[in-house]
């Protein structure tokens, strides 16, 4: 075991004792390790600690993702969404009479399920091992409580009523985020919606980047440093990401010495190791691709996968990952 | 003055549902031919937008827009159409059970109606049973299955599979696409065609079906 202080996880870099590595393993992942439904998993406190608390061990990487799915906070505003036995929720139907409004993360919905695991995880590392709890930024929530193709239709034609659902989007996060804070967690921050395969550079920096940098800048006043991620081919938007002020800039697939070049030497990239190389690679392959991303992104890089690891991926190539950094730099 | 059809292809480029409608009507009140206001005019302009989108100049929210701006003409030139146009096929489109992710798959089916083919559209989180059932039934000559998240792409396997269990692969060519997928994928689960993207997927029909 490597436990790493939780502030130390982005300062540290190479001269210690090894890159550090967090690959992103979710509720899904976790709960094909533990046996354990993914249902049962993403809606009892005590499964999904059971589950992650069982990756975390059988994996020995050097953080906790607290990932359960997408919709947990459209669901507590109101979204419909649908339950699979064995895989991922998943959004039904956007509200459409309710008026939208903040909801109290502590009571409603699956929010305090989150919550419960963050606190229970934090407890049983002992505070040494940092807990990232995963929240929608308010882009991809709003696509949610709007509904895709009425929010997509809004940014451009109603960009007023966007913003309205963008602002109830972000006090609901900031709220949600300090729940994350208090109970021992730091704040990652996945926007899959404002993915660079969907929206310009532009219509990230007009919409996503000034939500994001709030929830940004609520943490940092609480002290605790905070993760972005955004899905898809971001290479673009790369500066916009960054300039959002999140301690780490995690990159789905794309080119990460591209991804280096343009972010500076400066920023902490959190990547980026291909999800189906994961699922379909031999750990060798894993091997090679980690150790590119070692190469090129170091020193302040944390070792990941590129986007969530895939439920069925194999066991080896996970712990491939994690060999890769803990051998990195010894013969 | 530059014809009436280009005009309406600028119209959709430009994302303006009013200035097509207003051009639709105006072909209308000329006495124009609703099918080439449709082709030359409608079509081409969603086809600019599917090179734009495969170029990266424009992105999905103003292809949707450009979608509307489209139909808002379509809606008014359909009435109006004398011959029934030739369909160049039957398409079942639809995203794989446990993916609701479907604005990919609502954009390929707009540049396929676009392109001339009679569209079944099966929406989003579709077993696998329903895209073999459909493809049967509507004798279409092409299934296009899309997946936007790792965890379902497996599911696009099942589907050919079940095609071929079905003995329906002789007459149904499947095209695959979704953001996870490449073409290495497509060969693996047996897929006719791959597509990166909606402009992409109209032309792996074109080259499936030889239209």
């Known amino acids: 075991m490597n436990p790493v202080g939780r502030s130390a996880l982005f300062r540290r870099d190479a001269g210690d004792s090894g890159p550090v590595v967090v690959p992103m393993v979710a509720a899904n992942h976790a709960a094909r390790i533990a046996g354990i439904s993914v249902r049962e998993v993403v809606t009892d406190a005590g499964a999904l600690v059971s589950a992650l608390h069982a990756a975390y061990r059988r994996y020995e990487y050097d953080g906790i993702v ?266 | 003055m530059e014809h009436i059809y280009s005009r309406l292809a600028d119209a959709v480029v430009a994302m303006s549902p009013d200035q097509v409608a207003q051009l639709a009507r105006q072909v209308i009140a000329e006495g124009r031919s609703a099918e080439k206001a449709i082709t030359q005019g409608l079509a081409a302009g969603m086809r600019r937008m599917g090179e734009k989108f495969a170029a990266k100049e424009c992105f999905v929210p103003e292809v949707l827009l450009a979608s509307k701006a489209m139909y808002a003409g379509f809606d008014i030139l359909k009435a109006h159409i004398t011959s029934e146009p030739q369909s160049r096929g039957r398409v079942v489109l639809g995203v794989v059970q446990g993916d609701i992710h479907d604005i990919g798959k609502n954009i390929v089916k707009v540049m396929a109606q676009a392109a001339g083919y009679d569209v079944m559209d099966l929406g989003r989180n579709v077993p696998v049973a329903t895209f073999v059932h459909a493809a049967g039934e509507s004798g279409a000559a092409l299934v296009g299955v899309s997946s936007l998240m790792t965890t379902t792409m497996p599911r696009m396997g099942q589907v050919v599979e079940a095609l071929d269990k079905a003995g329906l692969r002789k007459q149904v060519r499947v095209v695959v696409g979704g953001a996870p997928v490449s073409a290495e994928f497509s060969r693996r689960i047996g897929a006719d065609g791959y597509a990166p993207d909606a402009h992409g997927a109209v032309l792996e029909f074109e080259r499936l079906i030889g239209a």
């Open chain 1, 66 to 331: 607290v990932f359960t799915d997408t919709v947990v906070e459209a669901e507590a505003m109101g979204c419909r969404v649908q339950i699979p036995a064995d895989d991922d929720p998943y959004l039904v139907e956007s509200p459409t009479a309710r008026r939208l409004e903040p909801v109290d993360p502590e009571e409603v919905g699956r929010m305090p399920v989150v919550l419960a695991a963050i606190r229970r995880l934090v407890e049983l590392t002992g505070g040494l091992v940092p807990v990232l709890g995963s929240l929608k930024g308010p882009f991809s929530l709003a696509s949610f409580l709007a509904g895709p193709d009425r929010f997509f239709a809004d940014l451009l034609e109603r960009p007023d009523r966007a913003r309205e659902t963008l602002l109830v989007a972000t006090d609901n996060q900031r709220w949600y985020q300090s729940a994350i804070i208090r109970a021992g967690g730091l704040p990652f921050i996945g926007d899959p919606v404002a993915s660079g395969s969907m929206i310009s550079p532009e219509m990230f920096r007009e919409f996503a980047w000034p939500y994001i940098a709030r929830l940004v800048e609520d943490a940092h006043a609480l002290g605790v440093p905070v993760g972005l991620h955004v899905c898809g081919d971001t290479t673009s938007m790369l500066g916009h990401m960054r300039d959002t002020g999140s301690d780490f800039v995690s990159i789905d697939d794309i080119d990460i010495a591209r991804a280096r070049r343009d972010l500076g030497a400066n920023t902490t990239i959190m990547g980026n190791v291909s999800t189906r190389l994961l699922l379909e690679g031999a750990p060798e392959q894993v091997r090679r691709a980690a150790e590119r991303c070692l190469e090129l992104a170091l020193p302040r890089l944390i070792l990941s996968s590129a986007c969530d690891v895939a439920p069925d991926t194999p066991e080896a190539n996970v712990k491939a990952l994690v060999q890769a950094a803990r051998e990195w730099g010894r013969e």
